[in-house]
């Protein structure tokens, strides 16, 4: 298996653009997780998803941010509009029991 | 939520020497993780302990939980360069909750 594939790994933007970051979960995991990481705040939970469907979105900094999953194989993760303050490293991860399998990561620098 | 809290922030030892780092919560936990992150990579699960296991090992790691005290440790017996890494405790309240990640420990491993 390939593993969580994130894309894209790099993204840079300006303020005020539509950014929207792709994961594709491992084969067979019923768990997706989509984390935000900053010096600042560390790893914070997000979203998750239980059989493609959100379960918990309380993490989501605001109207700004959405998120969905169409399947079993893909998800999204979407700013609109972005702020420089939603610079950070965004992490997809999946599960199928507790252990948590994570993505490369996408850096995301919104200018 | 509960939040594991590491201690030390950051930890610099010599190659070959051992590495301790501890994990604090708050509330009952139905498991405890500790997860590694590479600069620039996601995270890698290393371990999982029961809250009915008081100790674990995995090659080169030991992993301690107390649940009086609500700590875990986490040692890296004889570490080489390649340890060098940050290190993450993440608890779950259930079987089927999403982990709740601490904001780490830096280790610095010299050659």
């Known amino acids: 298996d390939a593993g969580v594939i994130q894309s894209p790994r790099h993204e840079v933007t300006e303020m005020g653009q539509e950014v929207t970051l792709r994961c594709k979960p491992i084969?067979?995991?019923?768990?997706l997780f989509w984390y935000r990481q900053t010096m600042m705040r560390g790893l914070e939970l997000l979203i998750y998803?239980?059989?493609?469907?959100?379960?918990?979105d309380s993490g989501m900094p605001e109207d700004r941010f959405s998120a969905k999953m169409p399947n079993a194989s893909f998800s999204t993760l979407k700013i609109q509009p972005s702020e420089p303050r939603d610079s950070a490293v965004y992490f997809c991860?999946?599960?199928?029991?507790?252990?948590?399998?994570f993505g490369p990561g996408t850096r995301l620098t919104v200018l | 939520s509960q939040q594991g809290e590491e201690d030390p922030q950051a930890l610099s030892i010599q190659e070959g020497e051992n590495a301790t780092m501890n994990c604090s919560y708050k509330?009952?936990?139905?498991?405890l993780q500790w997860y590694r992150q590479n600069s620039g990579r996601g995270l890698v699960h290393l371990i999982l302990i029961r809250s009915n296991e008081r100790e674990k090992h995995s090659g080169r790691l030991r992993v301690t939980l107390d649940t009086s005290k609500k700590s875990s440790s986490l040692l890296i017996t004889a570490s080489r360069a390649a340890d060098t890494a940050s290190y993450f405790c993440?608890?779950?309240?259930?079987?089927?909750?999403?982990?709740?990640f601490g904001k780490g420990t830096r280790l610095s491993v010299i050659a």
């Open positions: 509330t009952s936990i139905n498991n």
């Open positions: 991860a999946s599960s199928s029991i507790q252990t948590q399998y």
């Open positions: 993440a608890t779950a309240d259930s079987g089927n909750t999403p982990l709740v």
């Open positions: 084969s067979g995991h019923d768990y």
């Open positions: 998803f239980n059989n493609n469907v959100p379960i918990d």
